[in-house]
């Protein structure tokens, strides 16, 4: 599975590929409180290490809170929350498709680390699908002196870092949009730790 930065940094994403004038609350304060809500929607499938009731042996050995079922739980209650409160429409909208993202991408990113097979489409079908390639390293048990945790931490972020910036720079409504060399030596980057990535042992 990917890294809780790696997870973080998805969400942080998905909230700054919002236009400014399009994002839901404008005051610092509802500003934070969304981005807290997206970080939580998007950490929210590791909660089975936490309820020993959705974990894999309760639940015929799936990791169900890793199907994108659960994943849409959340932002689903929320979208729901939000509409209730007389939230303005083209703002309801952004929260939408923010907390959907935010929520999908850690199944995702996990399924794309290629070590263990989910189960995208439970309830409806219990087939466990991997990854044909590891493009995410796993993330390393976070002990002090674990070598591993610290090399693949770097190499994700040496695969997000860059994608992020892609992703961020070249979105229409930004002044200051990537240039042709800025956009190359990202590209660069990201295909060395993603040639990096999919070296690893599996």
């Known amino acids: 599975m990917s890294s809780f930065i790696g997870h973080g940094l998805a969400a942080v994403t998905t909230y700054a590929a919002a236009a400014p004038s399009q994002r839901p609350f404008q005051s610092r304060l509802g500003t ?11 950490w929210m499938p590791d909660i089975d290490h936490m309820i020993p009731a959705l974990k894999m042996s309760q639940n015929e050995g799936l990791r169900i809170t890793h199907s994108l079922f659960f994943s849409l739980l959340l932002p689903t209650l929320s ?30 990113m996990d399924w794309l680390v290629g070590v263990i097979g989910l189960p995208l489409f439970w309830p409806i079908h219990s087939a466990i699908l991997y990854s044909p390639i590891g493009l995410l390293p796993s993330a390393g048990t976070p002990r002090w002196d674990n070598y591993y945790f610290y090399e693949n931490l ?15 720079g070249t979105l229409s409504w930004k002044k200051n949009r990537l240039n042709f060399w800025q956009m190359a030596s990202l590209t660069a980057v990201l295909g060395y730790f993603l040639h990096w990535s999919m070296g690893l042992t599996r």
């Open 154 to 168: 770097f190499i994700e972020l040496g695969i997000l870092l860059p994608l992020m910036a892609l992703l961020l």
């Open 32 to 42: 934070c409180a969304w981005l807290i809500r997206l970080l939580v929607i998007a």
């Open 79 to 108: 979208a729901i929350a939000l509409y209730l409160s007389g939230l303005p429409r083209r703002h309801l909208y952004t929260c939408l498709w923010q907390s959907a993202i935010a929520g999908l991408s850690h199944p995702i």
